[in-house]
């Protein structure tokens, strides 16, 4: 005899009480792209929707997520060219722009999330991820682990409640906790890009986050998108460094990813539904190929199904509103 599976779907609620997967606003975080002066609100025309603001403008958007129940943020810092330099060192100032901007917003909203995202390709001359050994003009891994723990500790001291490295340097994670612990900060999180590929999906942002490189690219340091073993042993060897959230980015063509991770970590996984996703079904809404809404939901929601509990996504707000809605 054959199995009726149609029998738990014979019904909405039915199918509903049978679900075995759900997206909640608690699973999304949101990045916002801060710069210096007032009153900026300017566009990315690549990504509609994602804007570069200054900090007042900031601090409208977060009223806007709290009262959309978002409960976190994930902050880059996009800042003149002028103020670029070979190290970044603008990143390293206590008085930053990122710096500036998570006192504003936990002055103003404490109880928003705010995650950073440590890097240097916003903030080099060069745009790399970090300091380059001039001989073999590649990053230097081990230099860059020094002005990390710097960068970090600037977050930290502006507030910052969790903040993740997105280098790609090797023990980064190590380095990071040991230094940010021995400051009295066992207690802030980190959130691994623990799986970071070398990816085109990344092209628009670098757009907004001003951040291509300036020579070459990205592939001595991030992953080879051809590697699956690989992938699980950069993750797990950040579990291993402490991390307390891992990642896998991008998204949506890692999903193999995600769920191979998922077997083997008990940790939280988060995804990275990075720029080129967005901006891709944007553009498929504008030529009115697709169901923008319905398509993004069950892109989201199959990052849940891979494993993922964490959903960084520029849909954000578009869900947070569905979702209130909805209930
Ligand atoms: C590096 C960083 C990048 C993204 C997040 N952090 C770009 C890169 O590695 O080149 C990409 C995010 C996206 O595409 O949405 N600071």
Redesign the pocket.
């Known amino acids: 005899m054959f199995k009726r599976f149609r029998r738990l779907r014979i019904n909405e609620n039915l199918r509903a009480m049978v679900r075995e997967n759900s997206l909640q606003v608690e699973d999304l975080i949101y990045?916002l792209f801060v710069v210096d002066g007032t009153n900026i609100k300017r566009e990315i025309s690549s990504m509609p929707g994602v804007f570069q603001m200054s900090i007042d403008e900031i601090l409208r958007e977060c009223k806007e997520l709290v009262d959309l129940n978002i409960k976190a943020i994930m902050l880059?810092g996009v800042i003149d060219s002028s103020l670029k330099d070979s190290c970044g060192s603008e990143a390293l100032d206590e008085n930053s722009l990122i710096a500036r901007s998570i006192i504003a917003i936990k002055q103003n909203f404490p109880s928003l999330f705010v995650i950073t995202?440590l890097?240097?390709?916003?903030y080099t001359d060069h745009g790399h991820?970090g300091i380059i050994d001039l001989k073999n003009k590649s990053v230097d891994n081990d230099a860059t682990l020094k002005i990390s723990l710097k960068q970090a500790l600037v977050h930290a001291n502006a507030g910052a409640d969790m903040i993740a490295p997105?280098?790609?340097m090797d023990g980064i994670i190590e380095y990071l906790r040991k230094g940010l612990d021995k400051k009295g900060y066992e207690n802030l999180p980190l959130m691994a890009?623990s799986t970071?590929f070398?990816?085109s999906?990344?092209?628009?942002?670098?757009d907004?986050?001003d951040?291509?490189?300036a020579y070459e690219d990205?592939k001595s340091y991030?992953m080879d998108s051809a590697n699956g073993k690989e992938a699980l042993l950069e993750s797990l060897e950040d579990e291993k460094q402490g991390a307390d959230i891992l990642m896998v980015?991008?998204a949506l063509a890692y999903l193999d990813i995600v769920k191979d991770l998922a077997k083997h970590s008990k940790l939280p996984i988060c995804v990275?539904?990075?720029?080129?996703?967005?901006a891709l079904l944007k553009a498929g809404q504008k030529l009115g190929v697709i169901d923008y809404e319905k398509v993004m939901f069950e892109i989201l929601l199959s990052f849940k199904r891979a494993g993922a509990k964490l959903i960084?996504t520029?849909h954000a707000k578009e869900v947070a509103r569905l979702l209130k809605n909805t209930l």
Request: hydrophobic share 25%.
């Open positions: 990045p880059f995202d890097c240097f390709c916003e991820c997105s280098g790609m890009y970071k070398a990816s999906f990344y092209g628009p942002f670098r907004v986050a951040s291509t490189p990205r991030q980015k991008p990275y539904n990075v720029s080129g996703e967005y960084i520029y």
